[in-house]
């Protein structure tokens, strides 16, 4: 980490989704500087994708990993998560909110009339409409840390520009937008919140796909690359002047000098919209 971040040892954090791709990536990050994260998602077990497997690798990072199953669709579960944290820790440092449901099949290509309406559900439902539903009942939590603390919410260059469907679009577009909002309702607090923007992402979903369909991923960035831009943005100590914003992930490398695990830094995204 980069020497103009805060130590985050002793920090509790709360990563939604994280089992694997991004949200694997920024929970593995952080337990790298010493937090204690959370990691919640629906897939438990011994497997190479679970929140028990990340729980224990946050651990051998440095960390502490807290694995606790969570359907994010369910706003029972949420609820019942938060309950369960508030149980056993005062305060949280951050939620980052990264849970999210790719469509089966994937809605990639064609027009909304293409695809099932449920991909609506899918992709706003769960990837915006839970991360309003946890910032809720994560917000007692936060709010007892008190100044200095955070959400990130881990939106997507889809907010600003064509990217998969619709509905994908409209969700990331809202999600950025809520947490534009929110920051200001969050400010007289002291806490701040921010969207983090990746690039394109080798997730293990993208992996997969890659094999099937012949892709070349050498330019993308690794989820070890967005998790230590994220862990660098939750470590700065002007994250209140930040608050409100869009973060990207190709910006936050250069600032903060990150690479990812095999030495590298990505080219930038060549669709961003400056």
């Known amino acids: 980490m980069a020497s103009n971040t805060a130590s985050m040892k002793g920090k509790v954090f709360v990563v939604t989704g994280a089992s694997r791709g991004i949200g694997k ?129 881990v939106s997507s260059p889809g907010g600003q520009s064509y990217h998969f469907s619709s509905s994908y679009g409209a969700g990331k577009a809202g999600l950025d937008r809520l947490t534009a909002d929110m920051a200001i309702e969050l400010e007289p607090k002291g806490i701040s919140a921010m969207v983090l923007y990746p690039g394109a992402v080798a997730t293990e979903f993208i992996q997969d796909a890659a094999v099937e369909q012949g892709m070349d991923l050498s330019q993308s960035q690794t989820t070890t690359f967005v998790g230590r831009a994220a862990a660098a943005l939750l470590g700065a100590p002007d994250r209140m002047k930040r608050s409100g914003t869009i973060q990207w992930v190709e910006d936050l490398a250069e600032e903060f000098d990150l690479y990812d695990e095999h030495g590298k830094r990505p080219p930038p995204y060549p669709q961003r919209v400056r």
Not at 105 to 134: E, N, S, T
Not at 140 to 145: G, I, N, P, Q, V
Request: include cysteine; glycine fraction near 14%; proline fraction near 3%.
């Open 25 to 153: 990536g920024i929970a593995l990050a952080l337990g790298a500087e010493g937090a204690t994260v959370y990691v919640t998602g629906r897939t438990t077990g011994d497997g190479e994708r679970t929140i028990d497997t990340t729980a224990r690798q946050v651990t051998e990072a440095g960390g502490e990993g807290r694995a606790i199953q969570c359907d994010h669709g369910d706003d029972a579960q949420i609820e019942a998560l938060f309950a369960r944290i508030g149980d056993e820790v005062d305060a949280i440092d951050g939620l980052v909110n990264n849970v999210y449901k790719i469509p089966s099949p994937p809605a990639w290509g064609g027009g909304f009339w293409d695809h099932p309406i449920q991909i609506w559900d899918d992709q706003v439902g769960i990837g915006l409409r839970a991360h309003y539903v946890a910032s809720w009942h994560a917000s007692k939590l936060l709010f007892a840390r008190g100044e200095g603390a955070a959400i990130l919410n």
